[in-house]
T-cell receptor, first 119, second 110 residues
Framework: GAVVSQHPSRVICKSGTSVKIECRSLDFQATTMFWYRQFPKQSLMLMATSNEGSKATYEQGVEKDKFLINHASLTLSTLTVTSAHPEDSSFYIC???????????????FGDGTRLSIL | LAKTTQPISMDSYEGQEVNITCSHN???????ITWYQQFPSQGPRFIIQGYKTKVTNEVASLFIPADRKSSTLSLPRVSLSDTAVYYC???????????FGKGTRLSVIA
C-alpha cells in the first residue's frame, strides 16, 4: 500500500537552530502534500498545503517565513522551522495525496510524525 | 469545509463490537467520508473510506445512511490494541486538505 516516510522521527536542538523535516511518498507520486502540527492531547492542526512546483498555501496564523515549505518534486516535500524556539516544540506530521480520477478518491496517507523539542 | 461531530470518548470491553457515530450535517455532494486511527506519537492511519451505503474491509465497516449526514464506523470484536483516537473526516477528491475535529478516544478494557 501507499507509504509516506517522514524523517527525522525526533529532533532535539537548541533555541535559534533551524530544523528541516522531510516528507517522502515512497510508492506513489504526490501532487499535493499537507503539513500538520499536533500538541499533546489535541487534534491535528493544518499548517499549510504544498503543491509540487508552486508556492505553499498557509493557514491563517501560520508564519510562512517561520515555516518554510518546499515541494521540489512529486515525491518530496520539506518543512524547515527557522530559528526555532521552545514554543515551536510540537509533533509535526505530513500527509500526501496522489492524483485522483473521476471515479476514485485517493485518501490522504500520513507519515509517522516528527517530534521536535527545542531547548 | 464540512464540520464533523463525534463523541469525545468511548469505553469498551475486549471482544465487543464498537460503533462510533459521526455527524456531518453540511456534507457536500462531492465529499467522501474517511476514518483514521491514531496511536500516541504516530501519524493517523487510514481505516476506511466511503461515499454512501455500506463499505467493509478487513478491519472495519462504514455505514452511511441515504442522507449522508452521519456515518458510523463499526469495529468488530475490539482488542486492547484498538485503544486509540479515531477521527472522522469529510472532504472532496480535489486538493482541499482534511480538517481534523477532536476525534473519539476509544479505550478498550480487558
Amino acid at each position: 500500500g501507499a507509504v509516506v516516510s517522514q524523517h527525522p522521527s525526533r529532533v532535539i536542538c537548541k533555541s535559534g537552530t533551524s530544523v528541516k523535516i522531510e516528507c517522502r511518498s515512497l510508492d506513489f507520486q504526490a501532487t499535493t502534500m499537507f503539513w500538520y502540527r499536533q500538541f499533546p492531547k489535541q487534534s491535528l492542526m493544518l499548517m499549510a498545503t504544498s503543491n509540487e512546483g508552486s508556492k505553499a498555501t498557509y493557514e491563517q496564523g501560520v508564519e510562512k517565513d517561520k515555516f518554510l515549505i518546499n515541494h521540489a518534486s512529486l515525491t518530496l516535500s520539506t518543512l524547515t522551522v527557522t530559528s526555532a524556539h521552545p514554543e515551536d516544540s510540537s509533533f509535526y506530521i505530513c500527509s500526501a495525496r496522489g492524483p485522483g480520477t473521476a471515479y476514485s478518491n485517493q485518501p490522504q496517507h500520513f507519515g509517522d510524525g516528527t517530534r521536535l523539542s527545542i531547548l | 469545509l464540512a464540520k464533523t461531530t463525534q463523541p469525545i470518548s468511548m469505553d469498551s470491553y475486549e471482544g465487543q463490537e464498537v460503533n462510533i457515530t459521526c455527524s456531518h450535517n453540511n456534507i457536500a455532494t462531492n465529499d467522501y467520508i474517511t476514518w483514521y486511527q491514531q496511536f500516541p506519537s504516530q501519524g493517523p492511519r487510514f481505516i476506511i473510506q466511503g461515499y454512501k451505503t455500506k463499505v467493509t474491509n478487513e478491519v472495519a465497516s462504514l455505514f452511511i445512511p441515504a442522507d449522508r449526514k452521519s456515518s458510523t464506523l463499526s469495529l468488530p470484536r475490539v482488542s486492547l490494541s484498538d485503544t486509540a483516537v479515531y477521527y472522522c473526516l469529510v472532504g472532496d477528491k480535489g486538493n482541499t486538505p482534511l480538517v481534523f475535529g477532536k476525534g473519539t478516544r476509544l479505550s478498550v478494557i480487558a
